[in-house]
């Protein structure tokens, strides 16, 4: 790639799916990350982003008057960066239906299990209480539903046998650490549709 693709990652909490893209991602392979945007301003994904010296912007929901004009204002503020794309990290507030619009197949998103099964929150909990045995991670464009649009890619993770939460957390994440990051770069290469 002769020019930077450029990501914007919007994230809620601590932000160890960005702490992964920035580790694997920025600044090789042409892929930079040009804002680290949150809904909250003391998440310590804000923090990652300063120390890896990447711009941070906050859109607290209190300072905006509707959903839309805070959706508007991010918008505005991706766009200024020059995103390519935006990837969703933690990000717990749900995007109206005109920011999706308006960078449609440019938002992707990474759930902890395999879409459509468990979508929306505690997916993993979900997946203990169906009694599966197995779950898995998702990366996925953003639609204007709730874990609904188009699945880019899937992989298979194993609930233990012991169903222990803890431990199924801990190997989903680390399936989340390095597919994101992998779909972000086949992305990025012009792999997926």
């Known amino acids: 790639m002769s020019e930077s693709f450029k990501l914007v990652v919007l994230a809620s ?9 920035l ?29 890896a010296g990447v711009e941070t912007a906050v859109f607290p929901p209190a300072e905006y008057a509707d959903r839309a004009t805070r959706d508007a204002a ?9 995103a390519d794309l935006v990837a969703l990290a933690g990000y717990m507030q749900l995007l109206g239906g005109e920011f999706v619009a308006r960078f449609r197949h440019r938002v992707i ?22 009694g599966a ?8 464009f953003v639609d204007e539903g709730v874990d609904t649009g188009p699945v880019i890619v899937q992989r ?35 792999m997926t549709s």
């Open 13 to 21: 909490g601590t932000g160890t799916n960005l702490q992964a893209i």
């Open 74 to 82: 991010m918008a505005e503020w991706i766009e200024s960066r020059g």
């Open 133 to 140: 045995e197995v779950t898995g991670v998702t990366v996925h």
């Open 23 to 51: 580790d694997r991602l920025h600044g090789r392979e042409g892929v930079e990350v040009v804002g680290v945007g949150s809904d909250r301003p003391g998440a310590k994904a804000l923090e990652r982003a300063r120390a």
């Open 156 to 190: 298979e993770v194993a609930i233990p046998a012991d169903r222990d939460r803890a431990t199924l957390e801990e190997a989903v994440h680390a399936v989340e650490h390095e597919l994101y990051p992998e779909t972000i770069r086949m992305i990025a290469r012009g």
């Open 109 to 130: 998103n990474v759930h902890p299990a395999l879409l459509p099964s468990f979508p929306g929150l505690d997916a993993i909990g979900q997946a203990l209480e169906a």
